[in-house]
């Protein structure tokens, strides 16, 4: 017999979710019977709709982004694969007893699908603790480029208490060093939880209350300039109850210029109230580790593809920490290259939250083991790169190796990605400023994404 409370039922649904969202959520559970039954218990209250709506969101996204389909690609074998300036070649055959900064001699392709899995991946998540002043418990849809900001710092905070040669292995610390190691890695996961807790000060609960002073709310979506600031704030914060954070300092360039007496005076702790040598190539024990963050567009609707070679260079120093930005709507990642393409960690993929506060909580989440590329002719022309320098004498090696990096090898381009001048930012002045337009011309809308997926390849790492 006809059922007609389930039939208006299933109308209400498919006119909420679509016919796609329904079908797919039916699949998932594997009977439609079952499903329908449990789906009819769930939306007797408000919470259980909420929860079947946010399980719908998640794998309409996760579709939406690619994530059902494994789409296989190879590397190729003539040329080296770069990672946050590590070089990684099949054919690479070096003495295993050597290292240099072209990476893990004689890992050859495997050392680069190890390097890659160890970065922290940071993605959508959902039913997290509600989102100060709103109704939002997952930020699956708006919260990308949050998260690429949170990736991006993960990686300096890596660099800073662990090494860029650190390695993660899934598997139980066997040494007093790897248990060391695990120990941090996890205090590093703990500090980007889904949760309103002071004891995780660079979660997206924080983010999202620092950028309400902006007018920004839960649910608006951030622009690359806009995460800098608001990483830089959190790391300000985080010093004043941390001391795990008062030998780091985040700076963000203004205007892509990175003034250099502002980099001393913000690192150089003891030298703070008088003044310093900027040509001074000793390093001090007051000295604090700096996260370099340079907000630049590189074109008006496309990027420049001037630009291109630059932004890959600049991908091979191993004091870059990566690069926020991403198509057009779309936040990624980027970590490093092969050829013409962008090799990438893409936050577009909605997991269940995590305890991080339990005792060995689980880390595969955490970790991608699905390398993604994309053509660097599809990169949005706005985004912000990242560095990191330990010391006073990194951060003038950085300088003097980076410049031959940001002025485009071509004749009609002249203008470098960004400059380092002399003195102090608010000494400098400027008649007609000129500020870098943070993502309100390509990045305003999420609802719109029409971008062909099947351009997001991926490397296979079984």
Known sequence: MFNYPWFVQQKSMVRRYGWYGLVRARRETGDNTTYSRELEEENDSGEGEGKVKTK???MWNNMKYGWTVKLKTNFSKDSPVWLLGRCYHRKMIVDPSSE????????????????????VWLTYRR???????????????????????????????????????????????????????????????RWFGDNPSWNSPFSIHMLVTLGEATGKKAGDWYGPGSVSHLLRQAVE????????????CVYVAQDCAVYIQDIVDLCDVSQSKQHVSTHSLHS???????????????????MNSA??????????????????GGRPKHSLYFVGFQDDKLIHLDPHYCQEVVDVWQP??????????????????????????????????????????VQPFLVPCHE??????????????????????????????????MNGDTDDELECEEFEIL
């Open 56 to 58: 719908l969101l998640s």
């Open 100 to 119: 240099s900064d072209l990476g893990i001699e004689g890992e050859g392709i495997e050392g680069f699908k190890t390097d890659f899995i160890s970065r």
């Open 127 to 189: 039913e997290f603790p509600i989102l100060n002043g709103s109704n939002f418990t997952t930020d699956c849809g708006w919260g990308c480029m949050l998260r690429s900001g949170q990736m991006l710092l993960a990686q300096g905070l890596v660099c800073h208490m662990l090494g860029r040669g650190w390695k993660w292995y899934d598997q139980r610390p066997t040494s007093a060093r790897l248990y060391n190691e695990d120990v941090c890695h996890r205090k590093i996961i």
């Open 237 to 248: 914060l985080a010093a004043r109850d941390n001391k795990e954070f008062e030998h780091l």
């Open 284 to 302: 001090t024990p007051s000295w604090r580790a700096l996260i370099l963050l340079v907000p630049v567009r590189l074109g008006a609707e496309k």
């Open 307 to 324: 630009y291109g070679p630059c932004l890959t260079a600049l991908l091979t120093l191993e004091n870059c920490i990566g690069i926020i």
């Open 360 to 401: 060995n909580f689980p880390l595969t989440s955490f970790h991608c083991r699905s390398p993604r590329k994309m053509n660097l002719s599809r990169l949005d022309p706005s985004c912000c790169i990242g560095f990191y320098c330990r010391t006073r004498d990194d951060f003038y090696k950085f300088m003097k190796n």
């Open 412 to 445: 009609k381009v002249a203008y470098p990605m960004f400059v380092f001048c002399e003195g102090r930012s608010r000494d400098v002045m400027r008649i007609n400023k000129f500020s870098i337009s943070d993502d309100t011309v390509r990045f305003s809308d």
